[in-house]
């Protein structure tokens, strides 16, 4: 069964440093991976999407994340943190095999910035 | 292109009642799901609609349920709400297999 795993509920970055969050997945085949973002009283919007084309992907507001399949894992950067980056952030995967459109999304992590 | 809209935004509801929800999706798309969020549960998928055919459910009782119009706007039903229902109700579109999903804003119910 699939799932993804993002370690640390809450991460807290200064204004300018980099972002790091993490995510490994759990797939039995090469899954479809994204990051979606939720800032409060919203629904969520999706960042960026891994597709298998290439292994670092570019999405919006400046975020990136890079496939590494010997890590199963699916990591989101941003180079400099921005006080509008602070929201909750969630990865996902789902299953590009299926017929169905099912998304497994993980716990989440709480993103704060420091002035 | 209009995003994802659901209506109600906002819900206040008591045990025991039953609740429709509704969810138009981007135009064009023709794949429907729904998620449940909660603070205790996460992201939780429910179902999936795709040319008003259910495709795919979650592990929810038989209590939830909903259907899809030609249109493919979606409406999801709960009946004999539980207070352990409230939460974030997340509609999602997408144009069809393995397509990127779009979010609305979700519906917020509160049951007393």
């Known amino acids: 069964a699939q799932s993804v795993t993002q370690l640390g509920s809450h991460v807290s970055v200064s204004e300018g440093a980099l972002v790091l969050l993490r995510c490994n997945y759990s797939s039995s085949v090469p899954p479809y991976l994204f990051w979606y973002v939720q800032y409060p009283n919203q629904g969520l919007q999706l960042l960026l999407k891994?597709?298998?084309?290439?292994?670092l992907v570019k999405g919006i507001n400046g975020f990136e994340a890079e496939f590494k399949k010997s890590e199963t894992s699916f990591h989101l950067t941003k180079p400099s943190a921005h006080m509008s980056d602070a929201a909750e952030y969630f990865c996902a995967v789902s299953d590009r095999d299926s017929s169905a459109s099912k998304i497994i999304f993980g716990s989440g992590t709480r993103l704060s910035i420091r002035p | 292109k209009a995003g994802v809209t659901q209506t109600p935004r906002y819900l206040i509801k008591t045990r025991g009642q039953q609740v429709t929800l509704s969810c138009s999706p981007i135009s064009g798309h023709r794949s429907v799901s729904w998620y449940q969020q909660t603070p205790g549960q996460g992201l939780q998928f429910l179902f999936e609609?795709?040319?008003?055919?259910?495709?795919n459910k979650g592990n929810f009782p038989g209590r939830f349920s909903g259907r899809q119009f030609s249109n493919s706007r979606s409406e999801m039903n709960v009946s004999t709400l539980e207070l352990g229902d409230s939460a974030l109700y997340l509609c999602?579109?997408?144009?069809?297999?393995?397509?990127?999903?779009?979010f609305g804003p979700g519906t917020r119910l509160t049951v007393l």
């Open positions: 999602a579109s997408s144009s069809g297999v393995s397509d990127t999903q779009y």
């Open positions: 609609y795709f040319s008003e055919t259910q495709r």
């Open positions: 891994y597709t298998s084309a290439a292994t």
